[in-house]
C-alpha cells in the first residue's frame, strides 16, 4: 500500500473544547461483508468484517452547538433533513449528549459526495465524519477505538471508515452484559504487505435502494436458509483474506473477496421474500470481469446493498479495468478509487 495513506485518524487527540468541529471522513468498501445484526440497538454484527476505505466521495461533517436550540438542525447538501434519516442523526446526537453530560442541541450541516444510499457506503463516511465532529464539538476526546465504537451505533460500516487503509470490524464477544458486548465491537488497521490496489466502481445505478440494508440484514438473518452456512463459511474468508492481505497476494485478495460477496448475495436470494440487489447491469459487469480474468488481468468484483459493482485490480490495470467496465455499461459511470486516510478533523474551528 502505498506509504502517504495514514490508516490511524488524525487530529483526534488534541484536547477536545466544547463548541463547533468539522471532520471529514471517506466511505470504505468490505472484502469481508458485514450482513447481519446479532443486537439492533447496539449494532452489534453477527460477523467480522474487513474493508478498505476509499480516496473518494468524502463527506464532511460540521457540527455546531446551539443553547438556545430546543432542536437539533440537521441539513444534507443544504437540504434539511426530516422523518427516518433525520431521526437517526438525532438519535446518534442523543448517544454523545448522554456521554457528555450535556443536553445542548446542534446543528449538523453535510456535504455528502457519495450518491445516497445506493450501495456505496454513503452511511459509513456520514457516520464516520459525523462521530468525529460530533464528539469533539461536545468534548468527549475519544481515542480511535471509541470513535469506531461510536461510528458503528450509526451506521455499522462506519466503524471501519475511522481509519485508512484496510480496516478489520471485530464482531466481539457474544456473552457479557451490554457494556462488554459495546467495548469489544470496533475496528483497526490492518497491516497489508506490498499491495498497490485500486477499486474499479462501476455505478450502474445512482438512485436510492428499494429495500433498506437494516431492513435487508433483519430479513436475511430471520428467514434466509442459506445464512448460517455463509456466516460460518465469512470466518474461514476473512483468516484467509489476512493471510492474502499479509502476503500483499493481490489475486488471493481479491478471489476471497468475489466469493465472500457473491455468498452475502445468495443469503439475501435465498430470505423470504428475496431481497434482490443484484440489477440486470451487475451481471453485465460481472461478464466483463470474467472476461477481463480470461485475458489475464487480475479483476474481481465485490457488491453491496445495491446494484452497483466494485472491481479490485492493481493500480497499474486500474484504467485497462475502467474502459473494460465503461464499454460493458456505457450508460453508467466508471470511477477509479484507491485506499484512502481514515476520519479526521479539521483543524482551526475548535471553538
Ligand atoms: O452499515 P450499513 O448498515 O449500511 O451496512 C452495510 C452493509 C454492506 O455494505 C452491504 C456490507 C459492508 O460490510 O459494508
Known sequence: MRAEHRNTPTGLREPATAGTATAVAHPNIALIKYWGKRDERLVLPRTDSLSMTLDIFPTTTRVRLAPDREHDAVTLDGVPLRGEARRRVTA?????????????????????????????????????????????AYGLGLDAAALSRLARRGSGSASRSVFGGFALWHAGPDTGTDEEADLGSYAEPVPVGELDPALVIAVVHAGPKAVSSREAMRRTVDTSPLYEPWAVSSKDDLADMRVALHRGDLDAVGEIAERNALGMHATMLAARPAVRYLAPATLTVLDSVLQLRRDGVAAYATMDAGPNVKVLCRRGDADRVAGALRGAVPDGQVLVAGPGPGARLLCGERR
Open 92 to 136: 446518534f446526537l442523543d448517544l454523545v449528549r448522554q456521554r457528555a453530560g450535556l443536553a445542548r442541541r446542534a446543528v449538523v450541516d453535510t456535504e455528502n459526495t457519495v450518491p445516497t444510499g445506493a450501495g456505496l457506503a454513503s452511511s459509513a463516511s456520514g457516520f464516520a465524519a459525523l462521530a468525529v465532529a460530533a464528539a469533539a
